[in-house]
């Protein structure tokens, strides 16, 4: 580990976000899923099938960026750092999401149309029916879910495995988002992937959702937290998405089209009010403060290493 990757990574990710010129590795991850899937995803022990794509995607990213980094190293340590700040910058997704989601509501502010095309790009769900509060509450619903996926977690496995296992896990939740679906075609193809994805965000989504309440200033709820952390189709998921409910004081959660399947989610929280862009403004603070904690917790352990 290192302090100043870290930091030059984390600097890169909040001015660019993801730029678009540059070639990013998920992307890559997600045609060796989507190969394998086509390949695999036919006859008989499907599940066996999944199992064993997921297994072998994992570590062949932990053990190639592994042996890279060696590699680097034996040219120049330069290299070494020069890479390793890349791939960091590229596991860390704050700045592009939270720059989506604000399109979201500045597109709903010229029309209820451009607001759920601008949602559709964000969300898996089917968006053409949403409401404007609907689009609202799936914007924000996102935003505190990536928190984990796109900067706690990233940084969580970074502090026990470096950049290898920063890299798995960004394979790990890749498969979760292309195979890891309840839908006919990928309930038992995609099952490990997503018990995968489970377990990989275990922690770091109680993490994220306890340095939200911190960042809000507002620890006594942590109890609204426990309440409905659980209250989610994921057993991950609800708990970024109860924090940011309770601090919001609003409520998330209810009925999703899918791949035309509806999916009837538990509420989070309980006051059904009309969200509005100062939410919005609320909640992008509060994940940026979230992720100025965690890179903190991330170079204090580091020094201690």
């Known amino acids: 580990m290192n302090s100043v990757n870290i930091i030059v990574a984390y600097v890169l990710d909040w001015?660019?976000?993801?730029?678009?010129?540059?070639?990013?590795?998920?992307?890559?991850?997600?045609?060796?899923?989507?190969?394998?899937?086509?390949?695999?995803?036919?006859?008989?022990?499907?599940?066996?099938?999944?199992?064993?794509?997921?297994?072998?995607l994992v570590l062949l990213v932990f053990f190639g960026i592994w042996g890279l980094l060696k590699l680097c190293t034996i040219f120049s340590p330069w290299l070494n750092t020069v890479v390793q700040i890349i791939m960091i910058f590229c596991c860390?997704?704050?700045?592009?999401?939270?720059?989506?989601?604000?399109?979201?509501?500045?597109?709903?502010?010229?029309?209820?149309e451009e607001g759920r095309q601008q949602v559709a790009r964000i969300v898996g769900r089917d968006t053409t029916q949403l409401t404007a509060q609907e689009v609202r509450k799936a914007a924000l619903e996102t935003l505190a879910e990536n928190l984990s996926d796109g900067v706690i977690a990233p940084l969580f496995w970074y502090i026990l495995l470096g950049v290898p296992g920063m890299m798995a896990y960004k394979m790990v939740n890749t498969l979760d988002s292309m195979i890891g679906y309840h839908s006919e075609r990928y309930l038992q193809f995609g099952c490990f992937a997503a018990r995968m994805d489970d377990v990989a965000n275990y922690l770091p989504a109680r993490l994220t959702a306890l340095l939200m309440v911190f960042a809000a200033g507002k620890p006594q709820l942590l109890s609204f937290v426990r309440r409905f952390g659980k209250?989610?189709?994921?057993?991950?998921?609800?708990y970024p998405e109860s924090a940011l409910a309770g601090i919001l004081d609003c409520r998330f959660g209810g009925p999703h089209i899918y791949f035309g399947e509806v999916f009837d989610k538990p509420f989070i929280g309980t006051n059904d009010r009309e969200l509005t862009t100062a939410d919005m403004q609320v909640a992008v603070r509060i994940n940026r403060i979230s992720e100025l904690l965690m890179l903190a917790i991330t170079i204090a352990i580091s020094f201690i290493i």
């Not at 209250?231 to 609800?238: D, Q, T, Y």
């Open 15 to 56: 001015y660019l976000g993801d730029p678009s010129w540059l070639p990013h590795p998920v992307v890559g991850f997600g045609k060796l899923i989507a190969a394998g899937e086509h390949a695999l995803n036919k006859g008989q022990h499907r599940k066996q099938k999944g199992a064993s794509l997921a297994i072998s």
């Open 92 to 112: 860390l997704a704050g700045t592009t999401l939270i720059r989506e989601v604000r399109e979201v509501f500045f597109a709903l502010d010229r029309s209820l």
């Open 231 to 238: 209250c989610h189709a994921s057993p991950n998921s609800g």
